[in-house]
């Protein structure tokens, strides 16, 4: 069995409050290695139909997506994680700043930062001929700004150990019809890059991870028969395939791995 060190370490995930999500994951298994975790989420209210909620798919993932962190704290309740639960929104400056003053306050420290959070347009305005100032905006200021921002109070808080994770997608090089959002991730692959090398003088690791089609309830049946057999590996990836990647990131294994951009997709778009 790996010991990965965590034990103690105080990690902060955003975009956590669903159950099924990468960050809900993420956070459930840096819990069972014995740090602290602090989940930041934001109730992103999207049209769907509870009677459909049952079955993944665009419906189950929006109402995930529209609630609260609740059905994650039960699990990390039954973990006997300690914890910490913020409703906030990284895009905006001010509330960033709050996240990190109350982390402090509860932990004293912070070791780990996986940015999860991201938005995407799904009304099809994320193409070339349709894309609008308001797509382009609202994407930029979760995906790049919010991480970023929260990446810079991590340095200015951090202590003796550091470990930055970023997400990305395997696309993010070539996402034809969703060039917004492809291009905000690309942005954070670059970032990782260079945030790597401005902080590798105060021993911070910054990598990044790149998933598959991943099912975190937004893959219904009909749309995994056209996904999978794009995929070499011949199945959908699983958060939890996502999550390890993320423990040994944060690992002190992985103390000499930096600047790195992992796809973690089953030979897609690779």
């Keep these: 069995m790996i010991n990965y060190g965590l034990e103690n370490r105080v990690a902060i995930i955003t975009g956590a409050n669903n159950p099924q999500g990468i960050g809900a994951t993420t956070a459930l298994a840096l819990a069972r290695e014995g740090a602290k975790v602090v989940l930041v989420y934001k109730k992103v209210q999207r049209p769907f139909d509870p009677e459909k909620i049952g079955a993944n798919g665009a419906d189950r993932y929006y109402a995930a997506n529209a609630g609260d962190a609740a059905a994650v704290e039960r699990k990390l309740q039954e973990l006997g994680a300690d914890y910490l639960i913020l409703e906030s929104d990284i895009s905006n400056e001010a509330a960033v700043k709050d996240i990190y003053e109350a982390v402090m306050a509860q932990y004293g420290r912070v070791d780990i930062l996986v940015n999860n959070a991201a938005t995407d347009d799904e009304n099809g305005f994320d193409t070339i001929e349709k894309v609008t100032q308001k797509v382009i905006d609202d994407t930029f200021a979760v995906n790049v700004r919010g991480s970023l921002m929260m990446t810079r109070e991590f340095v200015n808080h951090h202590g003796d150990y550091g470990r930055i994770i970023n997400l990305s997608t395997d696309a993010a090089q070539n996402f034809a019809g969703q060039i917004t959002y492809g291009a905000s991730k690309a942005t954070m692959e670059a970032l ?39 995929i070499p590996m011949g199945k959908l990836i699983q958060p939890e395939d996502i999550a390890e990647t993320i423990l040994f990131l944060a690992s002190e294994q992985a103390k000499m791995l930096t600047g790195q951009v992992i796809k973690v997709s089953g030979g897609h778009a690779i």
């Design 192 to 230: 990782t890059r260079s945030v790597a090398m401005e902080v590798a003088q105060y021993g911070i690791t910054v990598n990044c991870v790149a998933p598959g089609p991943t099912q975190t309830g937004w893959i219904d049946a009909e749309f995994e028969k056209i996904v999978v057999p794009l």
